[in-house]
């Protein structure tokens, strides 16, 4: 072969390496969640009006989905014919699928139906986004030619939606279910009980639409806001069987399992505002008109076990899920402690505690379940007392229910705080609407590993899945729903498909910026934050610097330090910036032509402990490490009317001790911190904070300062002040700060009979 000729080769295979490497990113940037493999053909597959299709009974839905969407998207109707076809191969995973697009016809290979309608939704991807709003306008459309092969790595992906306490339209609803089958999830689990609403039709018990569905009023504001200020307005709503059937069958069509779930014994107190025979006092209470757990549960009397098995009657024939969620969690026994009916079931089964009776109360609606075919599954509080012999545990409160449940061979969903409840805040942006706490920004969910380190592989198997938790206490609107939920949601879902090889938090946010079009067309209000800035405060050499990040490529950072609003022209972020004083940072994500996003303010107290080192006695809280304890003393405060941020270190009902040691003999003459008292969230201010200092002769110095009770506060300042003759400053080398947790919470407020949490925000030395 000639030189030139071979050269020649291999230059054209580099090319074609190069185009294909593009179009192989092209084609990857359109799916969510990530398929296993995807293998680009330097091909176009072209779509237009003599397009068929070949229906079989094997993929009935599939198919018809497909022929429906692109019908609906473009104008274009597919005819009969193979130019796409549908393979039916035994061999595969029931949801796996492989999807071939070649030249010449499109082959979608799979076991079952189910699997083959996640090959149509990954189709659907590779198609415009304007398909999704009906506003394609052109009369044919290029599909890039590709392989994919494609199963999921979890059989249980769900997204979950309370309607209690704000409702929801049956249209919304199956926006929301669209949205789910477009990103492969299986499960909606519909949340339809509370004490502040019931909201499905039980046609034996009329007081349940008449009386349980309907609250007085709603509260204003947040809970933890005093006093509580309420809107006058009544509140309510149900669903009719009619409308349950209709938003079954229509998950139904798009493979959705829906899990109904009906609150048991706890979270009960709107059924028995209806039917006050069900609870131990037999007397008149309120449907709840605020958030909170409720000391108001059901009764252990047959009464009461009669009246939720009409009602699960009457939910078996709506609700063709193998799995009915009864609940299980926050329920008070306080009411049970002093009931006749329940001390006396007590003895009556050899029952040790009111724990146990709750096992017994949830093992006797199981027994019930079997009988009629059904499983339960249940929040982890199902573990008191011992864990119901066929149970199905949800794990929210952090991890270790998952682990116990596994550990005796039974099957968990995860869904912890840390990682699954989209209630939390996404965002530091103090415009980020009212939540209920928290700090789970998109990074971290697509971080989340469900499977927990402390299981063998064999215990790990009894994970089925995730899901995503939207729970709408602070959330009266559709809008705000879908602001919460997307784009965390696309997170959860690759999560819960995707290999863990292959999850790449860069690659995914490039993929999001992309399929913001797909989102936009289909009319979801997502939340935005690519454009935020990420900045922290480091050490280096002993000296402070701020480092800037922003998680989308391509972008130029800008900042100002003199208190103006960065601008196209304002200095570039680089490298570092070194901090030597006391500065107040303006930076924000531009573009070659303008400003991308919100302006990024940050206010930086250089005070005498920034970059030192600590340690804290305790590890704080998973869900709320901060920034860790470092964040403690860098300079930066947290948020005024937040705890889950990156600055709050939660503490969950122990004490702390906080220890500063300075590199060399410093003089001080002030201690600062706040603490977070937000005791709807069972968060409480310690009563009194014990102070030891090593001055620079060696000698220890305590002092015990009470804190004054501030319930009526969200912040609880705390300041000390050296008093020394002269007012002279104070050489230390230490500083320790012991804070005791403020106890056990007492009968009639949130959390009741639980540790409260201590959160704690930075240390300022001065």
Request: aromatic share 12%; net charge negative.
């Amino acid at each position: 072969m000639h030189f030139k000729t071979f050269f020649g080769l291999i230059i054209l295979s580099v090319f074609l390496f190069s185009c294909n490497q593009d179009q192989k990113q092209l084609v990857e940037s359109q799916i969510i969640p990530i398929p296993i493999s995807t293998e680009v053909i330097n091909a176009v597959f072209v779509l237009n009006k003599d397009t068929g299709i070949s229906l079989s009974d094997d993929f009935s839905i599939s198919a018809n989905f497909l022929k429906s969407f692109i019908a609906s998207g473009s104008g274009i109707e597919l005819k009969s014919g193979n130019d796409i076809i549908f393979v039916k191969d035994k061999t595969m995973k029931p949801e796996g699928y492989k999807l071939s697009i070649s030249k010449d016809n499109i082959e979608i290979t799979a076991a079952t139906d189910q699997g083959a309608f996640y090959a149509v939704q990954s189709l659907r991807q590779l198609l415009p986004a304007s398909f999704e709003s009906g506003t394609f306008d052109d009369k044919k459309v290029e599909i890039q030619s590709v392989i994919i092969n494609d199963a999921p790595e979890f059989k249980y992906r769900g997204m979950h939606l309370d309607v209690a306490r704000h409702m929801f339209s049956v249209d919304f609803i199956k926006k929301y279910i669209d949205a789910l089958a477009l990103l492969k999830m299986n499960t909606f689990h519909w949340h339809l009980t509370e004490d502040q609403g019931w909201r499905i039709e039980i046609k034996k018990y009329p007081k349940l639409q008449e009386v349980a569905a309907y609250r007085n009023e709603t509260l204003i504001g947040h809970y933890s806001d005093q006093p509580h200020q309420f809107d006058g307005k009544r509140y309510g709503g149900f669903y009719t069987q009619d409308d349950v059937k209709e938003i079954v069958a229509y998950a139904t069509a798009r493979f959705i399992t829906v899990i109904p779930e009906i609150e048991m014994p706890g979270h009960s107190q709107a059924a028995i505002a209806a039917y006050p025979q069900l609870g131990c006092t037999g007397e008149h209470v309120e449907v709840a008109t605020k958030w909170g757990v409720f000391e108001d549960i059901y009764c252990t009397k047959d009464e009461t076990f009669n009246f939720l098995e009409d009602v699960l009657d009457e939910v078996l024939e709506l609700f063709p899920s193998e799995y009915i969620h009864i609940g299980g969690d926050e329920a008070p026994k306080t009411r049970w402690k002093t009931c006749n009916h329940c001390q006396q079931k007590i003895k009556d089964e050899g029952l040790k505690d009111e724990h146990e009776l709750q096992n017994y109360f949830i093992t006797r609606m199981e027994k019930y379940l079997n009988s009629k075919g059904r499983q339960i599954i249940g929040w982890d509080e199902i573990l008191e007392g011992g864990l119901a012999p066929n149970a199905t545990v949800m794990s929210w409160r952090g991890t270790e229910g998952a682990i116990e449940a596994a550990k005796q061979k039974h099957d968990v969903v995860m869904t912890p705080t840390s990682h699954c409840y989209f209630d939390y805040y996404q965002s530091d942006n103090d415009e980020e609407p009212l939540a209920i706490g928290g700090f789970l920004p998109l990074e971290k969910v697509y971080g989340f590993n469900p499977i927990p380190e402390e299981l063998t592989a064999e215990e790990a198997e009894y994970i089925m899945g995730v899901q995503g938790n939207i729970w709408t206490e602070y959330m009266p609107t559709e809008a705000q729903v879908e602001y919460m939920a997307f784009p965390r949601t696309l997170a959860m879902s690759e999560v819960a498909w995707s290999q863990p090889v292959q999850k790449d938090y860069k690659n995914f946010v490039s993929r999001l910026e992309h399929f913001h079009k797909r989102l936009d067309a289909l009319d979801i209000n997502y939340a935005n934050h690519l454009y935020e800035i990420e900045g922290e405060l480091v050490s280096e050499n002993g000296k402070p610097y701020f480092e800037l990040n922003t998680v989308t490529e391509g972008k130029t950072i800008r900042y100002t330090t003199d208190g103006s609003e960065p601008i196209i022209s304002s200095e570039v972020y680089t490298t570092k910036i070194p901090i030597i004083k006391s500065t107040v940072l303006k930076v924000a994500v531009f573009n070659s032509e303008k400003r991308l996003g919100k302006i990024f303010i940050q206010d930086i107290n250089l005070h005498r402990a920034v970059g030192k080192n600590i340690t804290i006695s305790k590890e704080s809280s998973k869900a709320y490490m901060g920034s860790g304890p470092e964040g403690l003393i860098n300079g930066i405060n947290g948020s005024n009317t937040r705890f889950g941020d990156k600055e709050w270190l939660g503490f969950s009902g122990e004490d702390i001790e906080v220890t500063i040691d300075f590199d060399e003999v410093t003089e001080i003459n002030r201690i600062s911190t706040r603490f977070h008292n937000g005791n709807g969230q069972w968060i409480y201010a310690p009563k009194q904070i014990y102070l030891e200092f090593i001055v620079d002769d060696g000698s220890i110095v305590t002092d015990n300062i009470q804190l004054e009770s501030q319930t009526e506060h969200i912040i609880t300042e705390f300041n000390y002040d050296f008093v020394t003759p002269k007012n002279l400053d104070v050489k230390v080398k230490q500083v320790t700060l012991k804070i005791p947790n403020y106890g056990i919470i007492e009968e009639g407020k949130q959390g009741a009979g639980n540790k409260a949490w201590t959160f704690i925000d930075e240390i300022i030395v001065n």
